[in-house]
């Protein structure tokens, strides 16, 4: 074949992609027609945070373009049909969008019919009032009439993602993906006047369609029965394979938890540059404040130490306030507390590095650095009236968004019961196969090859902060118990003298500390100093 017949060889088996809808509209189709995540990612093949993505802006490529294209087009033609049977008059282009128009032009009345057909996490703890004036909503920015639980908010989560003010208002990069593109807050979202007869499509608001009274399926027990008869009982086989699929599994997990929450997972949105790594192997610029202090030195005597082993951290640490939505830019110098992201802050000065850690962790240099949502908490906690330790850091700018505790609180929930059911079990196969789920899913939600469901780094660097946050306010509370901190060490090891019975409770539950070590330091004076490890203590000294 000569150069010229390849040419036209692959000219002839070439072909364009399948052109798909804007990322928006493809939620609304699925929703319109009331199908879950889960249902279509069944159907394609694919996992249901891969759906998301592809509804908050990502494309699929080859064949599964194609399918996916066919299913869009599929769902595009339903409801046309169902809108002609019903008498709408819906406009020839696009009558899906119009009939979202209308839902959004209902405002009030549908939401709250949704609110009442449906009861996400906490909703029925929720009160919702009636705002004098429009606020900014915290997940888009655009004004809102309402307030749930105190944050001013859009009670049906499609006018927060109304495809034409999208349109008008862009995201700062063409690949931001979030629910709802930010927009300036005196932007006024678009409504239309329907008419009498005119009979919009229903469109489920995304997190808080009607679920089936049921109780969570126990994925993580089915998996480890599976496990164990697929090797036949080998426990060291059936471990290994469990904790190779933890991460599919986990995020399994995920997306079964967060059936009928009030907000979806956003798994891949824009990323500002400062939570993206500088090099291939380098670090992003976020400082996650992780303690390594040693007490520089100890009263006169001998010391009896223990090492203690703070259980399950990184699991505890899931609880703690996550944004929902994309990250926004803003330089002002208040926080809100209603909000969770990172910051550029001037810390204070720390006075107590002789008994205590500084809650910045260590670090030499000096002057601003971006710090996240925990450390910020935790330094303005301990500034407050009730401690005292130290001022208020200095906020220059953040990137947050409006935020909730309680994300991924069933999630937390649900591998924290499986834990205790292990222990009192004494289901070693299970107990390293949720350590592995929960600790995993930390480790690869950042810029890892081995979660791709998944991209929130943001996410990363502020449960690992927590987990750090956590373990200094243990430090505090043994201070304050009177025992004398000796160490405080990564996420979960904290060193002690005195007696620690009386503080924290002993055992393996998440809540409580076991025993790690134990030595002996001190004689008439003995310095620990930050390069001390206690096992090159002298024996004689132990």
């Given at each position: 074949m000569?150069?010229?017949?390849?040419?036209?060889?692959?000219?002839?088996?070439?072909?364009?992609?399948?052109?798909?809808?804007?990322?928006?509209?493809?939620?609304?189709?699925?929703?319109?027609?009331?199908?879950?995540?889960?249902?279509?990612?069944?159907?394609?093949?694919?996992?249901?945070?891969?759906?998301?993505?592809?509804?908050?802006?990502?494309?699929?490529?080859?064949?599964?373009?194609?399918?996916?294209?066919?299913?869009?087009?599929?769902?595009?033609?339903?409801?046309?049909?169902?809108?002609?049977?019903?008498?709408e008059?819906?406009?020839?282009?696009?009558?899906?969008?119009?009939?979202?128009?209308?839902?959004?032009?209902?405002?009030?009345?549908?939401?709250?019919?949704?609110?009442?057909?449906?009861?996400?996490?906490?909703?029925?703890?929720?009160?919702?009032?009636?705002?004098?004036?429009?606020?900014?909503?915290?997940?888009?920015?655009?004004p809102?009439?309402?307030?749930?639980a105190?944050?001013?908010q859009?009670?049906?989560?499609?006018?927060?993602?109304?495809?034409?003010?999208?349109?008008?208002?862009?995201?700062?990069?063409?690949?931001?993906?979030?629910?709802?593109?930010?927009?300036?807050?005196?932007?006024?979202?678009?409504?239309?006047?329907?008419?009498?007869?005119?009979?919009?499509?229903?469109?489920?608001?995304?997190?808080?369609?009607?679920?089936?009274?049921?109780?969570?399926?126990?994925?993580?027990?089915?998996a480890?029965?599976?496990?164990?008869?697929?090797?036949?009982?080998?426990?060291?086989?059936?471990?290994?394979?469990?904790?190779?699929?933890?991460?599919?599994?986990?995020?399994?997990?995920?997306?079964?938890?967060?059936?009928?929450?009030?907000?979806?997972?956003?798994?891949?949105?824009?990323?500002?540059?400062?939570?993206?790594?500088?090099?291939?192997?380098?670090?992003?610029?976020?400082?996650?404040?992780?303690?390594?202090?040693?007490?520089?030195?100890?009263?006169?005597?001998?010391?009896?130490?223990?090492?203690?082993?703070?259980?399950?951290?990184?699991?505890?640490?899931?609880?703690?306030?996550?944004?929902?939505?994309?990250?926004?830019?803003?330089?002002?110098?208040?926080?809100?507390?209603?909000?969770?992201?990172?910051?550029?802050?001037?810390?204070?000065?720390?006075?107590?590095?002789?008994?205590?850690?500084?809650?910045?962790?260590?670090?030499?240099?000096?002057?601003?650095?971006?710090?996240?949502?925990?450390?910020?908490?935790?330094?303005?906690?301990?500034?407050?009236?009730?401690?005292?330790l130290?001022?208020p850091?200095?906020?220059?700018?953040?990137?947050?968004?409006?935020?909730?505790?309680?994300?991924?609180?069933?999630?937390?929930?649900a591998?924290?019961?499986a834990?205790?059911?292990?222990?009192?079990?004494?289901?070693?196969?299970?107990?390293?196969?949720?350590?592995?789920?929960?600790?995993?899913?930390?480790?690869?939600?950042?810029?890892?090859?081995?979660?791709?469901?998944?991209?929130?780094?943001?996410?990363?660097?502020?449960?690992?902060?927590?987990?750090?946050?956590?373990?200094?306010?243990?430090?505090?509370?043994?201070?304050?118990?009177?025992?004398?901190?000796?160490?405080?060490?990564?996420?979960?090891?904290?060193?002690?003298?005195g007696?620690?019975?009386?503080?924290?409770?002993?055992?393996?539950?998440?809540?409580?500390?076991?025993?790690?070590?134990?030595?002996?330091?001190?004689?008439?004076?003995?310095?620990?100093?930050?390069?001390?490890?206690?096992a090159?203590?002298?024996?004689?000294?132990?």
């Amino acid at each position: 074949m000569t150069g010229f017949e390849a040419i036209d060889a692959l000219l002839a088996g070439a072909r364009q992609e399948v052109e798909l809808p804007p990322a928006g509209r493809r939620r609304v189709l699925r929703e319109a027609l009331n199908l879950s995540r889960t249902q279509v990612a069944r159907v394609l093949g694919v996992s249901p945070s891969t759906v998301g993505g592809w509804e908050s802006g990502r494309d699929p490529s080859g064949e599964i373009r194609e399918k996916y294209a066919y299913f869009l087009e599929g769902a595009r033609t339903k409801l046309e049909e169902q809108a002609e049977s019903a008498g709408e008059e819906a406009s020839s282009e696009d009558p899906v969008d119009q009939s979202y128009t209308d839902q959004i032009s209902r405002g009030q009345s549908s939401a709250n019919q949704d609110s009442a057909d449906a009861e996400p996490d906490g909703a029925g703890a929720d009160e919702v009032e009636t705002l004098s004036a429009p606020q900014p909503c915290v997940l888009c920015g655009r004004p809102a009439g309402h307030q749930v639980a105190g944050f001013p908010q859009h009670l049906d989560p499609g006018e927060c993602s109304d495809t034409d003010e999208q349109s008008q208002h862009p995201a700062p990069q063409a690949k931001a993906e979030a629910p709802a593109e930010p927009a300036p807050a005196e932007a006024s979202p678009t409504t239309t006047t329907p008419t009498a007869s005119a009979k919009s499509v229903k469109i489920v608001p995304v997190g808080r369609r009607v679920q089936p009274a049921s109780e969570l399926p126990d994925l993580i027990g089915g998996a480890v029965a599976d496990a164990l008869a697929e090797h036949a009982g080998d426990v060291d086989a059936a471990t290994a394979a469990l904790v190779k699929r933890a991460i599919p599994d986990a995020m399994a997990l995920l997306d079964e938890t967060r059936k009928g929450g009030r907000y979806d997972i956003v798994a891949h949105p824009w990323i500002p540059d400062i939570l993206r790594k500088q090099t291939a192997r380098g670090a992003d610029q976020i400082w996650e404040a992780r303690p390594k202090w040693a007490r520089p030195e100890l009263p006169v005597g001998r010391h009896e130490v223990t090492a203690l082993d703070i259980n399950g951290a990184y699991l505890s640490a899931l609880k703690t306030h996550l944004p929902i939505g994309q990250l926004e830019h803003s330089t002002d110098s208040h926080h809100d507390r209603r909000r969770a992201g990172v910051h550029l802050i001037t810390p204070p000065v720390w006075e107590h590095d002789a008994v205590l850690p500084n809650p910045v962790g260590n670090r030499d240099e000096p002057g601003p650095l971006w710090v996240t949502e925990p450390t910020l908490r935790l330094l303005l906690r301990l500034s407050g009236p009730k401690y005292g330790l130290c001022d208020p850091p200095e906020i220059h700018e953040s990137f947050t968004s409006g935020a909730t505790e309680g994300l991924l609180e069933k999630f937390r929930i649900a591998l924290k019961d499986a834990r205790d059911k292990a222990i009192v079990d004494a289901d070693e196969v299970t107990l390293e196969y949720v350590k592995a789920m929960y600790s995993k899913f930390v480790s690869t939600m950042g810029e890892s090859n081995y979660n791709r469901e998944l991209y929130r780094p943001d996410w990363m660097h502020l449960i690992r902060s927590q987990a750090f946050s956590n373990l200094w306010m243990k430090a505090y509370k043994a201070y304050d118990e009177g025992l004398v901190v000796v160490r405080a060490m990564g996420t979960d090891e904290l060193h002690v003298s005195g007696d620690w019975r009386s503080v924290f409770p002993e055992g393996r539950g998440v809540s409580e500390v076991k025993v790690k070590d134990t030595y002996t330091v001190g004689r008439d004076t003995y310095t620990v100093g930050k390069d001390t490890d206690p096992a090159a203590v002298p024996e004689r000294d132990r």
